[in-house]
């Protein structure tokens, strides 16, 4: 096994507050960090006085990046992956660089911490002891409408992120192709606006139709029980 490490560290989703000691005490001891996105994650590297060099790594540009970063952990350098919010490889290119450091025989750390989809299911009222996470559903009608029915019988609670434009949409997709359930919208979670909504699909609608809302949303909906 190589002698670098791969940490895959957990950022906060919203307050600064959220970051453990042991995230700030890695962040501080690496050689290189890794960010979805250097301007967002150098307010938090500032506010924690942490020094540490970073380098792009996205969607856009992972396929070209990874390879540099293998090589320099194969080399003993020790590397931490952040996202934007939260724990890395949910949602974002986390994943791939994890994948690749474990084919390539390189030692992979979790530095756990906030996740926006565990905050929001703890605090739905709606059943924990067994879920699914869907993460972002197709944004066009139709392969929206095609996924929900391809779920629609899953008995356990089900957890997805969604933007505040296409909230509604989407709960009205769910209505049509679920019927009547229970759900959960945390916006904006542990952040200075945060809101809940906690009510069934057809009064969720109503609440959020038209609204002007912003932020990231966490969507927890009922399985069929």
Known sequence: MADGKLYVVSTPIGNLKDMTFRAVEIL??????ASEDTRHTGVLLKHYGIETRQIAYHDFNKEKITPRLIEQLAGGA?????SDAGTPGISDPGFYLVRECLRNDIEVVPIPG???MIAALVISGLPTDRFCFEGFL????GKLKSRLTEIKDEKRTLIFFESTHRLAKTLKAMLEIFGEREAFVGRELTKKFEQ???NSLTELIEIVEGKSLKGEIVLVVTGNR
């Open 28 to 33: 501080k001891s690496v050689d290189l960090i």
């Open 78 to 82: 020790q590397i931490a992956v952040v």
């Open 114 to 116: 906030a996740s926006s």
């Open 138 to 141: 197709p944004r066009t009608s």
């Open 196 to 198: 809940h909504y906690r």
